[in-house]
């Protein structure tokens, strides 16, 4: 036996070794619905999206029912400035005016939505695993009220409303296709949702796409959330990453000012969708590959976990 011939066959026995330790972990997720928030700078590289695509279709193969919602945010800013509209944003929120909510819908619906369903179908074509495209307006998925935000004048102290245009958050979530798709028992569906919703009067809104998951995992009693950002986890006072805490203990970090930033709207979604009745949120690194799988079938994981108590 060559060298190479060596490396290969250890390799093999590591392979079959990682298999056997998941086993335990493969079980507790088995048939459980695991909603997946995909967003960020991975959905800029084609690589990283190919390889989360081959993941989720790992996932539903070993028994897991993924469901997909996703941003794209960097996606929607890209198109506005090639149609010379210009963006404004308060407090992370992008002001959505009738042009820009065409551009919205036609990027986050339209383009980003049909290339990851595309991904993942072809990851999964051997085994016939496919991403099927999906927005909050379809078939009622998502009901929306207008988003009312104030904002504090810094000289007057006087706090006045902030029109954001039509930008939306979720008062139902009706769940009934996306079970219907993740309970068949002949085909292989991974639902991948669009943050698209409809208000009661049939206007379209665009909602921010954590809020969305949060929404849908609630609906769903998902066993899990994955919050796939661009950092590794959320980090405590002494700059390390926390690997579990209590809605208590996010709350916390929150009102003390050591979660700052952006990390403050990914607890707010995290502690509402466990409230909702999703076991546990998991904020992880999406950009590392296979993030996804040492999350939830190894023993220590690869973010911060947040649960009840």
């Known amino acids: ?11 093999s026995w590591a392979t079959a070794k990682t298999l056997a330790e998941a086993l335990p972990y493969i079980q507790i997720y088995d048939r459980e619905t695991v909603v997946i928030k995909y967003g960020g700078h991975a959905m800029g590289e084609s690589a990283v999206a190919k390889q989360f695509a081959a993941d989720v279709v790992l996932l539903k193969l070993m028994g897991v029912n993924p469901v997909v919602v996703h941003g794209g945010g960097p996606q929607i800013s890209a198109m506005l400035d090639k149609a010379g509209v210009k963006s404004a944003f308060v407090d992370g929120l992008r002001v959505t005016d009738p042009a820009t909510m065409e551009v919205a819908e036609m990027v986050l619906s339209g383009a980003v939505n049909k290339e990851i369903a595309h991904w993942i179908t072809m990851a999964g074509k051997e085994a016939d695993v496919r991403g099927v495209g999906l927005s909050g307006k379809d078939a009622g998925l998502l009901t929306v009220e207008k988003t009312r935000r104030t904002k504090r004048d810094p000289d007057s102290m006087i706090e ?16 009934k296709l996306i079970k219907g798709l993740i309970a068949s028992e002949t085909e292989d569906w991974v639902p991948v949702i669009a943050p698209i919703g409809v208000a009661e009067d049939g206007q379209t809104y665009n909602v921010n796409a954590d809020t969305v998951a949060g929404a849908v995992a609630g609906s769903l009693g998902a066993k899990r959330m994955l919050l796939l950002t661009d950092v590794p986890g959320v980090k405590g006072a002494d700059g390390e990453i926390i690997r579990q805490m209590t809605l208590e203990e996010a709350q916390g970090l929150i009102d003390t000012g050591v979660a700052s930033g952006g990390m403050i709207p990914k607890l707010e979604t995290a502690m509402a969708a466990v409230r909702a009745g999703v076991e546990a949120v998991v904020i992880l690194d999406g950009r590392r590959p296979h993030a996804m799988l040492v999350e939830l079938f190894t023993e220590f994981g690869a973010g911060t976990l947040v649960k009840a108590s």
């Open 1 to 11: 036996m060559n060298e190479n011939e060596r490396q290969s066959e250890e390799r």
């Open 160 to 175: 006045h409303e902030v029109d954001l245009g039509f930008v939306g958050e979720p008062t139902k979530v009706d769940p």
